[in-house]
Every structure is written in structure tokens, then in C-alpha cells.
């Protein structure tokens, strides 16, 4: 069982930055992949940025270069930097956490075991 714990989340003006925080513990897997997921009210589930243990990342298009996914796998941290927050931002942000069978990083969802409760991540105009 692995537990993920998010934290970081907030309320920001357009423009503003947030850093997001996750730590997984638990039974790890040696090989595994982690990402960031978030949902907006009435909205499916999208990936936003991807990690694998190698340090390869991935971002959904429309937050590239304005997110950063970074990782520690000694202390088993996800970090997500977000800058020019956006209102069309606004949504619960998961971490989530699977095992990693050769391809690395992944936006879907349907690759990942394990998620956390999430964090809600507000941007007003």
C-alpha cells in the first residue's frame, strides 16, 4: 500500500505562482512513475505533468512552460512549480503514483495505482 499526501494548494490572482508538494510513503514501488493530475468542476480528469525515476518529465500542452514537475527519489517528493497561473487553472490537483514498466513518465490516468486526496488550486481573474 503506498499513501500520497498533497500539500501547496491555495487561492492566487492571475499571474501568481503555487508550488505544489506530494509525498508518497509506503510499499514503493522500486521502478515507478509519478504525476499530477487535476479536474475542474464538471470537467474529466486531465494529466498535467509526468515524472519517471530517470528524471524524464512531461507536460500536458496547455501548461507547458509555465509548469515545472520535479522529483527527489531519496525522500520520495513530487514537486509541481506552477507560475502565470491561468484562471482556466482553477481544480483539485492529484498526485499519483504507479509502476513504471519501461515507458517512463504518463499522462494517463489509467497508469497510475495509487492517488491522493488532492489539494485545490483557486485562480481568480
Known amino acids: 500500500q503506498v499513501n500520497l499526501v498533497e500539500s501547496g494548494g491555495g487561492s492566487v490572482q492571475a499571474g501568481g505562482s503555487l508550488t505544489l508538494s506530494c509525498l508518497a510513503s509506503?510499499?514503493?514501488?522500486?521502478?515507478?512513475?509519478m504525476g499530477w493530475f487535476r479536474q475542474a468542476p464538471g470537467k474529466e480528469r486531465e494529466g498535467v505533468a509526468g515524472y519517471d525515476r530517470d528524471g524524464n518529465t512531461g507536460y500536458a500542452n496547455s501548461v507547458r512552460g509555465r509548469f515545472t514537475i520535479s522529483g527527489d527519489n531519496v525522500r520520495n517528493t513530487l514537486t509541481l512549480r506552477m507560475n502565470s497561473l491561468q484562471p482556466e487553472d482553477t481544480a483539485m490537483y492529484y498526485c499519483?503514483?504507479?509502476?513504471?514498466?519501461?515507458?517512463?513518465?504518463?499522462?494517463?490516468?489509467?497508469?497510475?495505482?495509487?492517488w491522493g486526496q488532492g489539494t485545490q488550486v483557486t485562480v481568480s481573474s
Open positions: 499519483a503514483l504507479g509502476r513504471d514498466y519501461g515507458s517512463g513518465w504518463s499522462l494517463r490516468d489509467s497508469t497510475y495505482n495509487y
Open positions: 509506503g510499499d514503493i514501488y522500486r521502478n515507478y512513475r
